[in-house]
């Protein structure tokens, strides 16, 4: 596995399309991550979204096959983050498991100093989608407020 790359798996107790879903649908979304966002669900469609404090991600999506895989250009504009928008590609593949989904989401193209945030970031959200998926509310996300001062 080359290492520019972070990837997350999750078992969700909920079905393939169910989780789908939630990569294809803008309410259903931003009810795991992000305040706003404006999504075209479709191959070369754009998406710009709210995440978290000041900071906003930006990419186009490049590959939607229901309800198995998502593909999706990523980055972010502005801030300190040296991964800008489009530059990187988030892949989010779905597996039947039993009465669940086996998600597994791999981020390539990473810079050295941006693997570590966005490995804890895509571990938070991943935490929030689980729960959102599996029936659950996550609550208000405690980084939309950005950092304490």
């Not at 999750?10 to 939630?22: D, G, L, N």
């Not at 590959?63 to 593909?71: A, C, G, L």
């Not at 800008?84 to 990473?110: A, C, K, M, Q, Y």
Request: aromatic share 10%; proline share 10%; hydrophobic share 35%.
């Amino acid at each position: 596995m080359s290492a520019d790359v972070v990837t997350v798996e999750r078992r969700i107790a909920a079905r393939p399309e169910t989780v789908f879903s939630f990569f294809t649908d803008r309410d259903r979304w931003l009810s795991w991550m992000g305040a706003d966002g404006e999504f075209t669900f479709e191959p070369g469609g754009p998406y710009r979204t709210h995440v978290t404090g000041d900071n906003h991600a930006s990419g186009r999506f490049l590959e939607i096959d229901p309800p198995k895989r998502v593909v999706f250009t990523w980055g972010w504009e502005g801030g300190g983050m040296a991964v800008p928008p489009g530059s990187t590609i988030v892949e989010i593949n779905l597996e039947p498991d039993g009465d669940g989904t086996l998600l597994r989401l791999v981020h390539r193209d990473l810079p050295p100093q941006a693997r570590a945030p966005h490995a804890e970031g895509w571990n938070h959200y991943m935490d929030r989608l689980t729960v959102r998926a599996e029936g659950g509310d996550p609550g208000p996300d405690p980084w939309m407020q950005g950092p304490a001062n």
